[in-house]
């Protein structure tokens, strides 16, 4: 018997339609764990670096984590890895809702796509019954209105759909993969779904999973239970409200955006508006958000409340989350909140990406306002109007003209890095907010950052929301708040750690950006990243783990509850060691394909205050410190020590290593 | 007969504080597996939350008696404005539907409110259930009461049920005669 995982793929040919169901190798476990570390080994294995995005060779996977179906709270995300259509290296964007434990309890760890489907299809899975069957008749169709419709249609409404909405079907390099209140958004994995032609997945499951130590299992389950109801009961104190809690940011409970509409940047990534939280703007605000989330909702098995379920003004329900509630408004400088409600719902059946798409509509109208695009770009045909000059008219617009690939939209719906190639003639100096030619937050601020800049430049996410959590943003005021913060604070590695936070400073040497140290970023990035690997591996929201401060799940805590689940006796160098795998297989599959150093840094923009000197000696610090070579490609010594001597065979024969050193 | 005092089991559900999460669903499969928390599987609990997103329905139902067969009607009730679907609010596992039956075995479940040695000091859904939505109650009422059936009537009861009474006599007869 196997425990936690399944032990079953789905292997599906999309070309011919065969499905397969394969037992998958118990040692994968002991070596990979599961989910974004399974899949990174399938990928390597199986995709060699001369397979393009939109090749049929390009793996589509959709997997579950070691603890998806577990009694453990939130262990609800699935991951879902492809080579991105807008990066060109291997994305893992993950969703929460429902649709993994469905898929554990129908028998299976993953499903594997390959090639691609020549007419519209969407797979069923019920148990041991799985079968591809049409869906020309869904083309077109909402990513929120195809999960209802199939439901229906098979007459069964506790099976979980996870679809793509128009924007997946045209392969914008945006597009998401929609599911009940959550999405996989970054990197086009909907662009992929599309591309071969499949319109959603459909699962339901009435197996079981099976603990290998159940009693145990619960038991340490108790303490992270009694912590969760600890810290709901007592907030983070002098942090940000939004830092606060745990789960993801409880954007749909709290109404005060003073933060995020002040201190991030409005438009194209451009302007704070430091005066813009006034008391008639508060108010109307909250008013909107109030009269708009009906009720706070969760993924599986979890106790928090991260989503809402909104209809604005009586008009269609959609799910929302975080800061998706925000963007579109930020985007087109429109203050009427009710719009982001009113754009979005339109977005969500379209199925995009909501922290890039905004991005790309606010780059077209800088275009414009450039003399870059012109009225003939934004003008209409016999199939649509042309372009309102309101801002909001003109947003509504643009994000039609994308997701359908019309007219301007057809350029700008491979992101804003091709779309400035593309249109040339200057703007390429628009395209000032891409890392890897990935859109990231719209933020500038004024002092480098020693770990944000780590974190941006380096991470195989190529999205900093999905790095970042396990250290506070910024230093605490008073002694008095240090000590009170490290106190209590279980959730550390290492004790070690405590002193680098009593001793960091608002200014002067112990300060951004001379402090934290390369040296000490290197160690609390490397630690961030390790939290986020179990966390991917498990399925578990990093709500609850590695995006928030001292947060239920954590690296003490984490050995025990794999061990009684699996079986196996893992202890926390094990687990680490076993991630640590992961991450560098993941980087060196990125570096067979390109990815060095030269690419490794944050918008030029990013910050107004640059230290090129340290910045430098920050990324090779933290390369030396993974035991990485100075171009960031992992060297022979290090990965024959995880076990990965064979990769370094290969990236020797491929030139990328030479000599298995710098 | 005498009067004695009986414990009612309630669990309240205020449903407006549902979240959807189903950490219920989980804990009573895992708490009734054998082994105990051997295994998870929501379709083998004894509480399901029915739940239509879109529609804002979620309405946590816990099973009940085991009926042979279903309503002669079916009622739809429109509460808020939302439509509920029939059998919803149905506690019954009842050949209309698979709701409430082992999926192996399709032999029916029923909440026994977690009773076990040692007791549990309320069911484990109540204890789980983070939002609180989930209430265990208990309160003594005076009833009557009841003698309790043997096993030997319980169980002939039962093939009555299923067979009738008549074929029930006649076998009995058959029986006797032979020994």
Known sequence: ?662 | MARIKKKIKTIKIDADKCNGCRGCEIVCSAFHANPQYSSINPARSRVQVITNRLQNKWLPVFAGEYTPAECMGRDKYIIDGKEYDECDFCRAACPSRDLFKEPDSGLPLKCDMCESDPPQEKPKCVEICLSDVLIYEEREEEVEEEEKPSDAESGLKALTDKYGLEMIADTFARMAQKS
């Not at chain 1, 969760?298 to 008009?315: A, E, I, M, T």
């Not at chain 1, 934004?378 to 801002?391: H, L, M, Q, V």
């Not at chain 1, 430049?457 to 008095?480: D, L």
């Open chain 1, 1 to 662: 018997m196997r425990y936690a995982e399944t032990g079953y793929n789905l292997e599906i040919d999309l070309s011919r339609g065969n499905i397969e169901r394969v037992e998958t190798d118990p040692k994968m476990m002991e070596t990979h764990l599961g989910g974004l570390g399974t899949s990174i080994k399938i990928h390597w294995d199986r995709v060699p670096p001369e397979v393009k995005p939109f090749d049929p060779e390009n793996l589509l996977i959709f997997s579950t984590g070691l603890l998806n179906g577990t009694p453990a709270f939130s262990a609800n995300r699935t991951v879902v890895t492809f080579v991105s259509p807008q990066s060109n290296y291997l994305a893992y964007p993950m969703m929460g809702g429902f649709w993994s434990a469905e898929l554990k309890y129908a028998g299976y760890d993953k499903i594997i796509f390959r090639n691609k489907s020549p007419k519209w299809v969407y797979l069923w899975i019920h148990n041991d019954k799985v079968e591809l069957r049409d869906a020309s008749h869904l083309q077109g169709k909402g990513a929120l209105e195809t999960q209802d419709l199939i439901r229906k249609e098979l007459n069964d409404p506790r099976a979980q759909v996870a679809a793509i909405g128009l924007a997946g079907e045209n392969r914008c390099f945006t597009a998401s993969i929609e599911q009940s209140r959550s999405s996989a958004s970054r990197l086009g994995g909907g662009a992929i779904m599309g591309d071969k032609k499949i319109k959603a997945i459909a699962v339901r499951g009435t197996k079981d999973v099976n603990l290998a130590r159940g009693a145990e299992f619960m038991e340490h389950m108790k303490g992270v239970t009694e912590y969760i109801n600890f810290r709901n009961a007592n907030p983070i104190k002098d942090v940000m409200t939004i830092l606060q809690g745990i789960g993801s940011p409880q954007e749909m409970v709290h109404t005060d955006e003073k933060w995020h509409t002040e201190n991030f940047a409005w438009g194209n990534a451009r302007v704070r508006r430091k005066d813009f939280w006034s008391k008639e703007n508060a108010q109307n605000w909250t008013d909107t958000q109030l009269d708009t989330v009906k009720r706070l909702i969760s993924c599986f098995n979890c106790p928090q409340h991260c989503g809402g379920l909104v209809s604005y003004q009586n008009g269609p329900y959609y799910m929302m989350k975080c800061f998706g509630k925000l963007t579109y408004c930020m985007a087109s400088y429109v203050d009427d909140l009710g719009f982001n409600f009113r754009i979005l719902q339109r977005a969500t059946e379209y199925g995009v990406d909501s922290f890039s798409t905004p991005q790309i509509l606010a780059f077209a109208v800088e275009l414009y306002e450039a003399g870059i695009l012109t009225d003939k770009d934004f003008a209409g045909t016999s199939a649509y109007e042309a372009c309102p000059s309101d801002k909001e008219g003109r947003f509504f617009w643009l994000l039609d003209r994308v997701v359908r690939r019309e007219g301007i939209g057809d350029i700008l719906a491979d992101g804003v890095y091709y779309a400035a190639r593309n249109i040339g003639n200057g703007a390429e100096e628009f395209d000032h907010n891409t890392v890897k030619k990935h859109e990231q937050l719209p933020l500038k601020l004024g002092m480098m950052d020693p770990l944000y800049y780590l974190m941006y430049s380096t991470n195989e996410k190529i999205s900093i929301t999905q790095i970042e959590g396990q250290w506070p943003q910024t230093p605490f005021a008073t002694m008095e708040q240090r000590e009170d913060f490290v106190r209590d604070w279980p959730q550390l590695p290492d004790d070690h750690f405590k002193q680098y936070l009593l001793d960091w400073e608002f200014r002067g040497e112990k300060a951004n950006p001379y402090y934290p140290t390369p040296q000490m970023a290197a160690e609390i990035v490397d630690w961030m990243e390790m939290l986020h690997n179990v966390d991917d591996a498990c399925c578990v929201c990093a709500g609850m783990s590695s995006f928030c401060l001292k947060p239920p799940y954590h690296i003490h805590n984490y050995p025990k509850l794999i061990s009684a689940a699996t079986g196996m006796d893992l202890d926390e160098a094990g687990l680490k060691k076993i991630v640590n795998r992961s991450r560098n297989l993941h980087r060196a599959f990125n570096n067979r394909r390109g990815m060095t150093r030269a690419e490794e840094h944050p918008p030029a923009d990013h910050w107004k205050k640059r230290f090129p000197e340290i910045e430098e000696d920050l990324l090779s610090t933290y390369y030396r410190f993974k035991g990485w070579n100075q171009n960031g490609i992992p060297t022979r010594e290090k990965l024959e020590e995880l076990d990965l001597g064979y990769v370094a065979e290969d990236l020797e024969k491929r030139g990328i290593l030479k000599n298995g050193q710098d």
